[in-house]
Each structure stands twice: as structure tokens, then as C-alpha cells.
């Protein structure tokens, strides 16, 4: 490993992060509110439900459906671990790789909403698909360029994408996972001011097919990282290897290689230095893919359970009628109702304008598939050992071919790729302090003089003087929101624990300062109370609507939303409770005593890695970096948040 990247230290990370933030909060956030103790039902109250559909935008959904029924095998193509010529080919003619590109560069023009109802679709049939698109308009060329190219790059590489040129995103490197701070491509600026790219990129979705890309790249002197459009086909680029993957067989994902690769200044995305920001409003967007898909896969499990578990007796009754199953198919359907109802809302959102919804797309992007994955495990209990039979084996020998076994492959990666579960509770843990460290981060700033903290007090006390107090008060009891009926009682206890999760993250503050950031068990808690809120809020107020619009299914969708609110109350008062009842510093020092070899003695038994030359080689500290292992290094006051 570089002597660079050694010198990498933990708040280098966090400050590379921290530059790439979007620091103001032009536009209103339900979750940012919420945060700051503020239950806005107003901001999500009436439940937008969804409009008729544009006659154009129907024409496009059903020739899909129609697509994906007649001409997809997702079974077969997860077996040649291929995407069939003629499936991408059928997806360009439906113009399916320019559905988010406005029609004047050659697209569809699609609302995110209505692209995202697409997603959901592929959400249920191929994941292989979803990423193929995904990468390519969620993330890849099409985004980006539409939020900040200039008019000449949109000219000349949008109408490209809409006719199904591949693109792709390139940011991940061997050493950049979640920390973008280890960036190592570098593009440095010629005299004539176009840029020479060096570097290499690692599990770009898309990259074998791809002919346009998005690079991330810094500057080597200043270490600012910048986005540009690469094309393939330029001289010094190259697909080193194809990746394979547990799921997701067909992904043309790669390791691509840039070697004195001339990128023309005018491929420069928006300004220089501003790459990592660029990345992440992208995602702010394009996060919204993994849980309108996630929704997708979640109603197709639900199907399969409802059907599976009606039909299949054992112990004289369907195993659906079994209390162990029906309490899982239950949640799962009311699980479902509330994954929609964040998403849709959320979605929703970003098409209407006038609302920031960094917090809400990440949400939805952690919330949705730790849910799905929970969703994919239990149908795959209640298929028993047909869940865990390929759909092939299963057809061979006659019977339906659920692909459930390929599901959980496919599926697993979303807790993973576009920011880890963890990386988006650390995301919005950032946000949930933002105001504190605003007003009071000084206090905690270890590089501030006893004389500078002094100075801060009065705006401080001025400020907590009427913030703290307030945050007990408000009516959260009958008959608030009474016109909500039966499921009132759900949005009383949101409005009382908005004020209690606000305050406990204040009373976080007080108890660990500086050293909050490194209470990530404090933290994700916290985080994991404001999504179930979110959720119970969003699931009321969902159900509401339907029932004001006359909706057909409004009282089974009340009874859905009751049953999660239920369950997710219960969740709430647990995670408040282990705030402060818990073993986190105990569990921590075992986790430091495990990581030092101390435990080393457990492992006995086994052929362990050691002696398999090949798979010890590979975990050699130069390939992997430990993260530091201090758990309450004296921080500066910096925040908990990054990519
Ligand atoms: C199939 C696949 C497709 C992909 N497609 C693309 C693509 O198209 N473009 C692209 O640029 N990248 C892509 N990626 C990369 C993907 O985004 C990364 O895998 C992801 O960002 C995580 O990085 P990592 O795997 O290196 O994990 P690491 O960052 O090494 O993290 C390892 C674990 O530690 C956790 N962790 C890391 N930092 C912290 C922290 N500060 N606090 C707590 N926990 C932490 C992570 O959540 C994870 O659980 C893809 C990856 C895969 C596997």
C-alpha cells in the first residue's frame, strides 16, 4: 500500500465527507424536522396518492410488462450468466435506456415517479435488469449530466444514452469502498487544459458493456475530486476482468483501467473539485431506484408466500394457517404497505419540488431493503426446502419453478452497493446533530481555546433557553388528529417521540460530545427511531388518503397500516430503551479483544484461512485496511458523516 494512503487517517475521511456535503437545507425535510423535534405531518399530509397515468406513460408500462412476460427468462439468464442480445436489444427498442432523459435529447421524458413504477416492476422479475438500467440512468451518464453538465455535454451524450448506449459509474477503487478520502485516480490538468486520467476502478456495473462512463478522479496536488464523461472506446482505457458475484450473475460489472487516458476539458462535469458533491445529489435521486425495486420484490414474495402457504398442509391445516407462518405473512404484508407508502411518498417528492429529501431517499434506500432482506429470508422459510431448490431443479423434476433461491442471491447486494446500510445510518446521523453542531459545536471543539467556547455561551444558552423546554411540550394525546379515526392513536405517538428523539439526541450530545461520532450503536438507534416514525407517519397518512379518495381497498389498507404501526411502535420504545440500557462499550472492547487475535483460541477446529495459502494471502494487511481501532479517539469537532 501507498505511504499515502497509510497517512490517511480517520478525520482526513471525515473531512473529505464533510466538504462533499450539501450544508444547507434550502427546501423543507419531514426527517430533518423530525430531528429537530418538529412532527411536520403538514409536509406529508395529504398522502400524495398516485395520479392517473399519462396515456403515453401506459402505453410504455404495459409493451414492458408485456416484454418482460413474453421475452425474459430470468432463470436462464442467471444459468448463462449472460444478458441475451436480443433482451437488451428489445430494451433499446422500447427506449427503456432514455426513460429519465427529457424527450429533446431523444428520451422518454419520464417523471421519476412514473420511472420509478418501472423499477418497481423489474423489482419483481430480474434484478440482473434492474441493474443494468439502474446503473446506467439511476447513476450512470444520464443523471449527473442532466443535474450538471453543461448544455453542450447534454447535447452530445444524452441522445447517445437514450439510444441505448451503456453507460456506467465509476467510483468504487480497490481502496475506496465507503471512504472516498482513499480516492487514487488521478486526473490531472494539461497545459492546453484537458485532463490525463490515471487509475484503476473496481465492480463498475455496466463496465463491460459500457461505451460512456462516469469517472471520478482527483487532483493529484490538490486532492479535489472531480466527474467527467469518459467514453470506452479513447485510447488507455480498459476492461482488466469481469467480476462475478453469489447473485446478480449477468452483471457486466468490471475492473477498468485508466492509463494516460486524455479527457477533453469540456467532459468535465459541472465545476472542478466538485466530483464527490456531483456523486452524492445524483444519489439523492437515484437511491430512490433500490427501494421502488425493493417494494417489487417484496410484492412478489408476498404473492408467493400467500399462495405457497394457502395450498401446501401439512399437520392437517396450510401452513399459512400454521400461527408461526401467519404471523410472518402478516408482517410481511404490512411491512409491504409501509415500504410503498415511504417510497411512493418519497418519490413523490422529488417530482414535485420544494423539498429536500436527502434524508427521506436515504431512508427509503436503508429502510426498504433491510426490510426486503428480512422479507426474502422469511419467504424462503416458508417455502421450506422449495425455496432453497433452484427453479431449475425444481421445473426438472416437475414442479412450479419459483426462483426464491435466486431471489436471496440476487437480492443480498442492495444492503450493500449505492451506500452501505451502514453508510446511510452514519448519513443521516450527520443530519440528525447538524443544528447541534451549528449552534453549540464549539463547545466540543477540541481546536477551540477555553476563551473561544466562552465567547460561544450566550448565543448558545440563547438558543437552548427556548429549544430544550419546548421539545416537552405539545399536545401528542386525544384528541389530536382525531380525524384520522382508529389509526389516530399511531400519528399521537409519532408526534410524542419526534419530541423524545430529538431530545435524547441532544441529551447524546451532553453525555458523549466529541466522542458522539464515535457512538455509532447510539447513533443508528436513534437513526432506526426516525425511519419507523417516518414509516408509521407515511403508512397513516397513506391509508387516510385512500380512505378521503374512496379507495376500493381503503379499509384493507387501514388494516395494514395498523398492524405495522403496531409493530413499529413496539420496535421504537425498544430502541429507546437501549439508548441508555445497553452493552455497547462492553460489546466494543470484546470486538477490539476479537479483532487483536485475543479470541483467536475459539477458531480452533477448523481448516482455517491460515492454512489455505490462497484465501490468507488475500486478507494480508496490505490488501485490507483495518479502519482505526481507537473507539473514542479526541475527535475535532467533525461530523459523523460520509459518502
Ligand atoms: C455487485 C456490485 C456492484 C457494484 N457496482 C458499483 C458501480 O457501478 N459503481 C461503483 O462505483 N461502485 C460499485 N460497487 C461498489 C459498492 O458501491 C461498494 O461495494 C460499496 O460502496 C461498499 O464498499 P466496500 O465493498 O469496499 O466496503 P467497505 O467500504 O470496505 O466496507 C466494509 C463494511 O464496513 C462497513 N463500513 C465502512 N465504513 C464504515 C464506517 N465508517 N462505519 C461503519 N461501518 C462502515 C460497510 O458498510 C461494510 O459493511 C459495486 C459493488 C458490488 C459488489
Known sequence: MSKELEQISELESRKVAEASRETEWKQPSFLREMFLGNFRLDLIHPYPLPAEERPEFAAFYNAMKEFLRDQVDPVEIDATGEYPEQVVEGLRKLGAFGMKIPKKYGGLGFSNVEYQRVMQLLGSVDGNLSALLSAHQSIGVPQPLKLFGSEELKKKYLPRCAAGEISAFALTEPQVGSDPARLQTDAERTPEGDFIINGEKLWCTNGTLAKLLVVMARDPKSKKISAFVVETSWPGVKVEHRCHFMGLRALANAVITFKNVRVPAENLIGTEGKGLKIALTTLNDGRLSIPNGSVGTSKLCLEICRKWASERVQWGRPVGKHEAIAHKIADMAATTFAMESIVALATEMSDRGGYDIRLEAAACKEW???????????????????GYETAKSLADRGEVPIPVEQI????????????????????????????????????????????????????????????????????????????????ATHLRFAERNTRRLSRQIFHGMIAYQGKLQNRQAFLFRLVDVANELFAIAASVARAYAMQEAGHPEAANAAELADLFCRNSRRKVLHLFHELWANDDVRKYKVALRVLDGKHAWLEEGILGLSERPQAEASLKPEAVQPSNPDPVPVPKVRPIGTH
Do not use: C
Not at 426498504?368 to 422449495?386: A, F, L, P, Y
Open 368 to 386: 426498504n431493503s433491510d426490510r426486503t432482506w428480512e422479507i426474502v429470508d422469511e419467504t424462503m422459510q416458508i417455502r421450506g426446502g422449495r
Open 408 to 487: 436471496m442471491r440476487d437480492y443480498r447486494i442492495n444492503k450493500i452497493f449505492e451506500g452501505s446500510s451502514e453508510i446511510m445510518h452514519l448519513f443521516m446521523a450527520r443530519e440528525a446533530v447538524d443544528k447541534h453542531l451549528q449552534v453549540a459545536g464549539a463547545m466540543i471543539d477540541p481546536e477551540k481555546s477555553m476563551a473561544d467556547r466562552l465567547a460561544e455561551l450566550p448565543k448558545i444558552s440563547a438558543f437552548y433557553a427556548s429549544w430544550y423546554p419546548t421539545r416537552w411540550l405539545g399536545w401528542g394525546q386525544w384528541p389530536r388528529y382525531q380525524e384520522f379515526g382508529a389509526l
